[in-house]
């Protein structure tokens, strides 16, 4: 199982919120192509027109750790047929559950479940992007 990198308009988002991990993959133009690249990458060291193309999971931890984002992706089935339907993406603030954390001034107060996008039927790749750009949102620079 290949691990997918985070979408375009994801990478754009986390580099303006400041991630700056290493990663493999970059977007953007590098020897004459403008795409989806295989090359060794910081945000950091990157053009204005070049963004780090972290996996889901990377960018995910990053969240977690820096900012007490937790996401987690989860299916749904379909009423008394127990069909899968599609995945929908949970955003919990992980501060709540420690109340001895310091409260963070660069976030929004979060408390919500599901956000949806207008009832769309998500894969699990589709899902976890959603969810890592809602995340990237809530914090404020």
Not at 98 to 103: F, H, K, T
Not at 107 to 117: A, C, Q, S, V, W
Not at 120 to 125: E, P, R, S
Request: with cysteine; glycine share 4%.
């Amino acid at each position: 199982m290949i691990e997918a990198q985070i979408s375009l308009k994801v990478a754009k988002l986390a580099k303006e919120k400041g991630f700056n991990i290493g990663c493999k993959y970059l977007y953007g133009e590098y020897d004459g192509y403008n795409g989806l690249h295989r090359v060794d990458n910081y945000n950091q060291m990157n053009n204005d027109n070049q963004f780090s193309a972290p996996t889901h999971t990377l960018l995910k931890m990053w969240l977690a750790k820096n900012y007490k984002i937790m996401l987690t992706i989860h299916y749904q089935w379909e009423y008394n047929t127990s069909k899968e339907v599609d995945y929908i993406y949970h955003l919990n603030d992980l501060r709540i559950q420690n109340a001895s954390a310091n409260v963070l001034p660069y976030i929004e107060p979060m408390n919500f479940e599901r956000i949806d996008d207008n009832n769309k039927n998500w894969k699990f790749d589709e899902a976890f992007d959603a969810g890592l750009l809602e995340a990237l949102k809530l914090i404020k620079i």
